[in-house]
């Protein structure tokens, strides 16, 4: 397997891994932020995943040296 193919397996793992412990660990909060994403208008939430989606890319930059 690549090394970029190897990463992007391990990522996804990691995401899983922290989604799944989200809901085992807090599952009432979790309800209250889904009731709280509906009520919000759709181009803020896409704001908001833009903005952690870079903020994510500066992570993993910052981490990889690159």
């Known amino acids: 397997m690549s090394d970029f193919l190897t990463a992007l ?5 990691l995401v ?6 989200m809901y085992a660990v ?3 909060s ?4 889904m009731a709280i994403a ?3 208008p759709v181009s803020k939430l896409r704001i908001f ?3 952690a989606a870079i903020i ?4 993993v930059t ?3 040296g690159t």
């Open 26 to 28: 807090f599952p009432n």
């Open 16 to 21: 899983l891994i922290i989604e799944g412990l």
């Open 38 to 40: 509906l009520g919000q």
């Open 49 to 51: 995943g833009l903005i």
């Open 30 to 33: 979790v309800r209250r932020m």
């Open 9 to 13: 397996v391990t990522a996804l793992g």
């Open 56 to 59: 994510g890319l500066a992570i």
């Open 62 to 64: 910052a981490v990889r």
